[in-house]
Each structure stands twice: as structure tokens, then as C-alpha cells.
């Protein structure tokens, strides 16, 4: 049962332009929500989270958005830059942490 | 800081082998995690710790998996005997409380043959 999905596999973006990446999720008890991104041959790494009581948080280039009404989370990077291609896990928390398959973003220069 | 750390960083044994995971967790972190990775199932939690104690392992697989935590520094996953379907890569993370985010080790990646 999987109770956070990511179903886009792979995302390619041109640099430069926004990367998309979403998330849905079907418990609605989860309560936060959190994306980690993951370099080849290394652990995944925070990169920003979200409390169920805010529909937004923002930190420099990277936004998250939660729709709860739609079980639905997106993460969006502008400008999107090389150093951003990496594996991106959308996870979500109620007691303990929940992770997606992934998303494997290549931002082509 | 060091950050988790996991030894060894790659396994490789063969079918019905003892193997056994080390993962050293952040100073003062007092939860501890281990994680699965496959490319089918993504990351699967496997089992957590709350102040050296096991909370849930309602992820472990089956009884060949398990897992202690004799201290607030030192953690270990041991896979008894050990087959190829677990071959993957083992994370440990640890966190400074239950709701805050993960800190991950660079994983040990586990070959059965």
C-alpha cells in the first residue's frame, strides 16, 4: 500500500526554466510534509518541508505547495540549474516518515 | 559535524552469509532510522529507534532481519542468513526529535550472489 506516490519516473528541463515535480498522497492524517533530494551515491539530503497547516513555504528557488484538498504536493525549482539533476523523494509524516519512489530530474544545459 | 555515518560503504557476499549493517548516527540525535532502498520500492522504512529503543519494525521483511541499538551511538542491522533478493542500499538516518528531518548516511550498498 502505497500511501505516498510519485508518478512521474523521470522529469527532463532545459536550464533555466521551472522544474515541476509532484506528489500525491492518500493519508489524510499525515500531518507534514518534507522533500529530499539525492545525488548519486549518497544519502538523500532535506531540502524543504511543509506543515498541513500552511498551503506554501518558500526558501530561495525552491517552493512547495500543498493542496489538501486534493491530497495533491508539488515542489517547484526557478530557475532550474545542472546542479539541481539529482533523484528528488517527496515524503510525508504522521509519527513516522513516509517516502514516494522518486523522481529523477536532469536539467539540461 | 560528521554526520550519520554507515561502514561498510559496499557488500558484497554470497547467498546464506550472516551480514551486518553499522551506522553511527549524529551526536545527540536521539532517533534513529533505517532505511531500504530498491528500484522498485523506493525508500521503505525498516525499522526506528527512540532513545535507543525499537518503536516500530513493521517494516522488517521477515525474521532473517534484525536490529539493535545497544547505545545512543551505535546502531547495527544484521541480515541472518542472507538472500539476493535483499540485495540494495541500506540508509541509516538519525533526527534530533520524531518530527524533524532526516539525516541521512551515504548508504552501504549490499550485493548477494
Known amino acids: 500500500d502505497q500511501q505516498v506516490k510519485q508518478n512521474s519516473p523521470s522529469l527532463s528541463v532545459q536550464e533555466g526554466r521551472i522544474s515541476i515535480l509532484n506528489c500525491d498522497y492518500t493519508n489524510s492524517m499525515f500531518d507534514y510534509f518534507l522533500w529530499y533530494k539525492k545525488y548519486p551515491a549518497e544519502g538523500p539530503t532535506f531540502l524543504i518541508s511543509?506543515?498541513?497547516?500552511?498551503d506554501k513555504n518558500e526558501d530561495g528557488r525552491f517552493t512547495v505547495f500543498l493542496n489538501k484538498s486534493a491530497k495533491h504536493l508539488s515542489l517547484h525549482i526557478v530557475p532550474s540549474q545542472p546542479g539541481d539533476s539529482a533523484v528528488y523523494f517527496c515524503a510525508a509524516s504522521v509519527g513516522k516518515l513516509v517516502f514516494g519512489a522518486g523522481t529523477i530530474l536532469r536539467v539540461k544545459s | 559535524d560528521a554526520g550519520v555515518i554507515q561502514s561498510p560503504r559496499h557488500e558484497v557476499t554470497e547467498m546464506g552469509q550472516e551480514v551486518t549493517l553499522r551506522c553511527k548516527p549524529i551526536s545527540g540525535h536521539n532517533s534513529l532510522f533505517w532505511y531500504r532502498q530498491t528500484m522498485m520500492r523506493g525508500l521503505e522504512l525498516l525499522i526506528y529507534f527512540n532513545n535507543n529503543v525499537p518503536i516500530d519494525d513493521s517494516g522488517m521483511p521477515e525474521d532473517r532481519f534484525s536490529a539493535k541499538m545497544p547505545n545512543a551511538s551505535f546502531s547495527t542491522l544484521k541480515i541472518q542468513p542472507s538472500e539476493p533478493r535483499d540485495s540494495a542500499v541500506y540508509f541509516c538516518a538519525s533526527s534530533s526529535s520524531y518530527n524533524s528531518p532526516l539525516h541521512f548516511g551515504n548508504g552501504t550498498r549490499l550485493t548477494v550472489t
Open positions: 511543509i506543515s498541513s497547516i500552511k
